[in-house]
């Protein structure tokens, strides 16, 4: 066996619910994610990727018939490049890393292409084939944006309750309330404005052909406490979620290039960090929220680290009350989380979420100088993930 490293990471800026990337198909965007990253190595002969592997959550739509294949067709890439798309809901693309990194340990590939892809605007309505022919009454269209679609029967109600109803019960739970969330999404959009404009994501993002968008478009720079506080709640009429302190729906793309030690030389790159600790953990569908807890530990362990090692920490902000669970779970230094931004400001296209915290993870690293790092991702239905990085140069 050997290991496993990240080369190279980038993401398309990440556009809000019908805004400007709602015209871009999500084939197209899984396509400039990808040859953005190999941008990044110029040098790597593209004959040496083994696989290519996009995470997506939807695929009901135009990003069906396996959407990483279609990136590396659309990008004009060898028609001998494989591709292969996952579906592990809000951890896709963390999950497509997963895989290819294990294809790179078990020396089955020496490169590979990781990312994910969603747009979640341009996400089709479905309904179901009827159970006879020529049915007499009405069918109803559902929309596949987000959430429980055409449930089994069979699944218990505590189970397919509606992700923000999963969080109130969370802030029930752990007394969690409206104006701790509301602090913590204020963090998230003032330190994404605050990276953007020091120059963090730079290196990271690259822009969407035919479109004007040169930064994340959720971002509210300008949000204060009393706007936030002056929202209504989403899912309850007394509860303490709103619009603000949730991650919102969006558009985006991201890939990281992984490949052994050894895929140095033929890159022509030094990697950003080693793929140190893997983590997965499962519980019931309604706890999702807090499901990075244990995979987080999990992927400590695997590395041989412990909490007290970690200097920064990449987790998904799916809702405010959900991550701050995890951080109080964890008893980590919360300074050391999102450093840059989270999801609530950047936006959180399902699929691309998870490529894009590791990737931010790994330039965090190497911006900072410090050796180990934790990306974690919470999965709707009950899931979560967790990867453990080491920069490499900060070994000694």
């Known amino acids: ?26 084939d197209d965007l899984a396509a400039t994610a990808l040859t953005g990253v190999l941008s990044k ?10 696989d290519v592997v996009y995470g997506n959550a939807n695929g ?3 990003d069906n018939r396996n959407v990483a294949r279609m990136a590396v067709l659309l990008s004009g890439l060898p028609v ?13 693309s963390l999950d497509a890393v997963m895989t290819a990194s294990r294809a790179v340990e078990s020396g089955d590939a020496t490169v ?3 990312g994910g892809v969603e747009s979640m605007t341009r996400a089709p309505w479905v309904m ?9 009454g009405d069918s109803s269209l559902v929309s596949t944006t987000l959430g429980w679609r055409l449930v089994n029967a069979r699944m218990p109600k505590e189970w397919t309750v509606s992700l923000g109803e999963c969080n109130e019960l969370l802030a029930d739970r752990l007394g969690i309330g409206r104006d701790r969330q509301d602090e913590f999404a204020l963090r998230s959009h003032r330190l994404a404005d605050a990276a953007w404009n020091s120059g963090h994501y730079d290196d990271l993002v690259v822009p969407v052909p035919g479109v004007d968008l040169t930064r994340d478009e959720s971002i509210r720079a300008n949000s204060t406490p ?15 979620i709103t619009a603000a302190n949730a991650s919102p729906l969006n558009d ?21 960090a080693r793929i140190a600790g893997r983590g997965i953990h499962a519980l019931d569908p309604q706890d999702f929220g807090i499901a990075p807890v244990a995979a987080a530990e999990q992927a400590l362990a695997r590395a041989g680290i412990t909490w007290a090692d970690v200097a920064a920490v990449e987790l998904n902000e799916a809702f405010a009350v959900q991550s701050i669970a995890c951080l109080d779970s964890w008893k980590i230094n919360p300074e050391i989380v999102n450093a840059w931004g989270g999801a609530i400001a950047i936006g959180h296209p399902l699929g691309a979420s998870g490529a894009r915290i590791l990737g931010t993870l790994a330039q965090r690293l190497r911006s900072g100088g410090d050796r180990w790092g934790v990306a974690a991702i919470c999965i709707g239905v009950g899931q979560g993930l967790a990867v453990v990085l080491e920069n490499p140069a900060a070994r000694s």
Do not use: W
């Not at 001998?80 to 896709?92: A, E, K, Q, W």
């Open 1 to 26: 066996m050997t290991s496993s490293f990240v080369y190279a990471a980038a993401r398309t800026p990440f556009g809000r619910f019908g805004g400007a990337l709602a015209g871009v198909r999500p």
């Open 41 to 50: 190595v110029p040098g790597l002969d593209p004959a040496l990727i083994g």
């Open 60 to 62: 009901a739509g135009e």
């Open 80 to 92: 001998s490049i494989p591709g292969s798309t996952v579906n592990r809901l809000c951890g896709s």
């Open 112 to 114: 590979t292409i990781a």
């Open 128 to 136: 179901p084939k009827p159970e006879r022919a020529f049915p007499a």
């Open 226 to 240: 009393d706007a936030l506080a002056s929202l209504r709640p989403a899912f309850r009429p007394q509860g303490s």
């Open 252 to 272: 985006g793309a991201a890939a990281l290039v992984i490949g052994s030690e050894a895929a140095a030389d033929p890159i022509g790159a030094e990697p950003l």
